[in-house]
T-cell receptor, first 105, second 116 residues
Framework: KNEVEQSPQNLTAQEGEFITINCSYSVGISALHWLQQHPGGGIVSLFMLSSGKKKHGRLIATINIQEKHSSLHITASHPRDSAVYICAVLPELIFGTGTRLQVFP | ETGVTQTPRHLVMGMTNKKSLKCEQHLGHNAMYWYKQSAKKPLELMFVYSLEERVENNSVPSRFSPECPNSSHLFLHLHTLQPEDSALYLC???????????????FGPGTRLTVL
């Protein structure tokens, strides 16, 4: 069993749909990092959170430390949101395998 | 240039070659990282440098040799690699290594390495 697991592995959606990506972990953490990786490899930091909830534009990230679980939500999804979404836990920098999201017009 | 840059973007090498990957960060950060991303696998942390001192080496084979001459530059020297070393090699930097906000990772575009 991986220390950081993401679900689903693959996700397709129609433009406008509400998206949820989940990340569960089994190790002690100080923070959790959500990242976005576009085709070609570039990785962008979305959120770093250690409790509660953060919002940036159409993206919302939540974390429940007791349940060892975090979710990334995308409201009003758009084709440009198509990417691989990766969670990582700190301080050990252990990464999940990613969730591949495709949003169709 | 801004952010984190990596060169070359693509590299093809034979198993007997010696090559180096270069990473440069223009963010004034104190920590730099090398990651390996293989197909269908999570990112694997290879090396961490903080203030030019190596602080972590995750049991990486000696055919990979990092060098951090200053806090803005990081190299990964490669020699006698194996085909299974073919992967995307990503460099990242962060403001520091302790404290949540100091660990936020800023990634370069990666070097796609193919070992023949």
């Amino acid at each position: 069993k991986n220390e950081v697991e993401q679900s689903p592995q693959n996700l397709t959606a129609q433009e406008g749909e509400f998206i949820t990506i989940n990340c569960s972990y089994s190790v002690g953490i100080s923070a959790l990092h959500w990242l976005q990786q576009h085709p070609g490899g570039g990785i962008v930091s979305l959120f770093m959170l250690s409790s509660g909830k953060k919002k940036h534009g159409r993206l919302i990230a939540t974390i429940n430390i007791q349940e060892k679980h975090s979710s990334l939500h995308i409201t009003a999804s758009h084709p440009r949101d198509s990417a691989v979404y990766i969670c990582a836990v700190l301080p050990e920098l252990i990464f999940g395998t990613g969730t591949r999201l495709q949003v169709f017009p | 240039e801004t952010g984190v840059t990596q060169t070359p973007r693509h590299l093809v090498m034979g198993m007997t070659n010696k090559k180096s990957l270069k990473c440069e960060q223009h963010l004034g950060h104190n920590a730099m990282y090398w990651y390996k991303q293989s197909a269908k696998k999570p990112l694997e942390l290879m090396f961490v440098y903080s203030l030019e001192e190596r602080v972590e080496n995750n049991s990486v084979p000696s055919r990979f040799s990092p060098e951090c001459p200053n806090s803005s530059h990081l190299f990964l020297h490669l020699h006698t690699l194996q085909p299974e070393d073919s992967a995307l090699y990503l460099c990242a930097s962060s403001p520091g290594t302790s404290g949540d906000s100091y660990n936020e990772q800023f990634f370069g575009p990666g070097t796609r390495l193919t070992v023949l």
